[in-house]
């Protein structure tokens, strides 16, 4: 069944939208709130480039892929600012990304200390400018943030909120006016705490996760040069029964 929503010439707004979406009334997520998520982050939109970039070092590129369920995942190396390619958002430890497109992909994560240590000396890290990167404000810690962005009616809210045709994205004045429930904010500090240290689990996890596979790939690697030594599969085979 269809919605239908009447807005006067005056509901517009300045720029006299017409898009019907933008008048969603699920973009509203009611609860009780003393605060919108203003009045704790700001959405920072510091972009560089490759030619204005003067990063020292190397950095390393989050695309939207890299955000899931609150944490930073990815594969790849930190590259030249050089080899950076189209502008990207410059974060800093303890923001938060969150995914303009696709909400549905729950694309909300903690930009956490170890990514910022990946080489020796350290490096930058720079985000897709499809992430929207909150900041928290006056000692705010955004991470306290990032399960009340990932939880159902927040989603559901971003999810109507969506504009555009051919990659609907939602806009940052829906984010900054969500209204945060007094609960969350009363715990945001405990919160954040356990976010950073569920982040640190994540990122050593996965190190040692890597650990066991470079183990597994060097043993294979010495059974190889032992094949190769040994003059072939055959001989190989004839060395090992003998033994």
């Known amino acids: 069944m269809g919605i239908h929503i009447l807005r006067r010439v005056a509901d517009l707004g300045d720029g006299l939208v017409l898009a019907p979406e933008h008048f969603d009334p699920r973009r509203r997520v009611a609860v009780v709130a003393r605060r919108c998520?203003?009045?704790?982050?700001?959405?920072?939109?510091?972009?560089?480039?490759?030619?204005?970039?003067?990063?020292?070092?190397?950095?390393?590129?989050?695309?939207?892929?890299?955000?899931?369920?609150?944490?930073?995942?990815?594969?790849?190396?930190?590259?030249?600012?050089?080899n950076m390619g189209s502008a990207k958002r410059r974060v800093q430890a303890g923001d938060v990304i969150i995914s303009r497109l696709r909400p549905y992909l729950r694309q909300v994560a903690l930009v956490d200390e170890a990514l910022f240590a990946l080489c020796l000396g350290g490096n930058a890290v720079l985000a897709s400018t499809e992430f929207f990167v909150l900041r928290g404000r006056a000692g705010f810690d955004a991470a306290g943030l990032v399960p009340f962005l990932l939880s159902g009616r927040v989603q559901a809210a971003l999810a109507a909120g969506q504009e555009g045709g051919h990659h609907p994205r939602f806009a940052k004045e829906l984010l900054l006016s969500l209204p945060v429930p007094d609960g969350v904010a009363r715990q945001a500090n405990q919160t954040a705490r356990q976010m950073h240290r569920l982040a640190a689990a994540v990122r050593n996890s996965l190190i040692a996760s890597r650990s066991l596979v470079a183990r597994v790939e060097n043993e294979m690697?010495?059974?190889?040069?032992?094949?190769?030594?040994?003059?072939?599969?055959g001989e190989f085979a004839?060395?090992?029964?003998?033994?």
């Open 37 to 82: 998520l203003c009045d704790t982050v700001d959405i920072v939109t510091e972009n560089v480039s490759a030619r204005s970039c003067n990063l020292p070092g190397q950095v390393l590129i989050l695309d939207t892929t890299h955000a899931y369920e609150g944490f930073v995942v990815f594969r790849h190396d930190p590259v030249l600012p050089a």
């Open 221 to 233: 690697a010495q059974q190889r040069r032992s094949i190769a030594a040994a003059g072939g599969i």
């Open 238 to 243: 004839r060395t090992a029964a003998r033994r």
